[in-house]
């Protein structure tokens, strides 16, 4: 088994398509902390509460998932002239996935009637047995360990 660490990162729909179109990541509205937790080789899904920031509209599915590239964590600009933190990552071919069907099969959801609090900090480690249900639902099986 691979020592690579799992993580869930949470962005709505529409930023997490941005990020999967140019191959990187963001979390916590471009915080650089949180990405310096992850490595080479760790294994990354995004979990998209809504479709757009700031309108109402439930997504609550898996959107995105794949390995982070390497170690740099470097700034990008953003299209309204700020800068974020981002890592690149390499995504693999997935479906949207939601996450109602996983609720009571997921570690960090099963037997919790307030579920979505896991996602308050905007970047959850997760066990390996966790990213393996959440590739299979995503229909990302490749990115499974043997």
Sequence with gaps: MS????WVAVASA???A???AHAFMQVGHGKGAPLKRLHAGDRVAYYSPVRVLGI???CQAFTAIGTVRDERV???QMGDGCQAFRRDVDGLDADEAPIRPLLQALSF????SNWGYAFRFGLLKVTADDMDLIAEAMHAQALAFA
Excluded: L
């Excluded at 959801?109 to 919790?112: A, D, I, N, Q, V």
């Design 56 to 58: 109402a509209g439930a």
């Design 18 to 20: 941005i990020g999967r």
């Design 74 to 76: 470097y700034q990008g």
């Design 14 to 16: 529409e930023h997490v």
């Design 109 to 112: 959801t099963r037997g919790k």
């Design 3 to 6: 020592d690579a660490a799992n």
